[in-house]
Each structure stands twice: as C-alpha cells, then as structure tokens.
C-alpha cells in the first residue's frame, strides 16, 4: 500500500533549523500536490506550507513566511521543508500530505522540539 514516511524531526534550539523529509512508496509523488502540516495534541492539524505539482508553485502560512521553504524532488519521490529561525511555539509534530483529486495520502508524523 502507499506509505509516506517522515524523518528529520528531533530536538533544536531556539533560533536553529532543521531539514523534514517525506518519502513516498507506492506513490509517484510527481501526480501530487505535497504539504506539511504540523498539530499540537489537542488542536487541528495547521497547513504549513504546499507546493504544487507541475508548476511548483508554493504557498505558506504567514507564521512561518521567511524563515520556512518547501521543496520537492519528483526523482526522489521526496518533499523537503527547510526551516530556520524555529521558536518554542513551533514543537508539534510534523505530517507530510500528498493530494490528488480526493485523494489524500499521510505520513506518520516527525516530533519537532524546539527547547533551549
């Protein structure tokens, strides 16, 4: 079956930066539009960034605009999200997302802690 798996996650400082990645199995990521999505236990899951699929276009939430940036490489069947500049706020746990039509496909999930 399609699986999509996350990794990068772990713990940084305030101020530091961490590189996500998605990978997809059983799934060419190149039909897809690819995102990320981060929840805190308790709330709805928050769209982080997009990226489109044959133009690449992207889109963030304006929290994280200038300091994160997505990133795809259809080779790889891979999505990327660099983020810099992490604050304490921004520990959630990380999902990546692919979408085609109705068609939604979801990651397990990387931890990301931001603590000094």
């Known amino acids: 079956q399609v699986q999509l798996v996350e990794s990068g996650g772990g713990l940084v400082q305030p101020g530091g930066s961490l590189r996500l990645s ?3 199995f059983r799934v060419s990521f190149s039909l897809y539009s690819l995102s990320w999505y981060r929840q805190t236990p308790g709330k709805d899951r928050e769209l ?3 990226i ?3 133009s690449g276009s992207t889109s963030y939430a304006d929290a994280v605009k200038g300091r994160f940036t997505i990133s795809r490489d259809n080779v790889k069947n891979a999505v990327y999200l660099q983020m810099n500049s ?3 706020e921004e520990k959630d746990v990380y999902y990546c997302k692919a979408a085609l039509g109705q068609v939604n496909y979801w990651g397990q999930g990387t931890q990301v802690t931001v603590s000094s």
Do not use: D, H, M, S
């Open 48 to 50: 982080v960034a997009y």
């Open 52 to 54: 489109g699929t044959i």
């Open 86 to 88: 992490l604050k304490p």
């Open 22 to 24: 998605c990978e997809g």
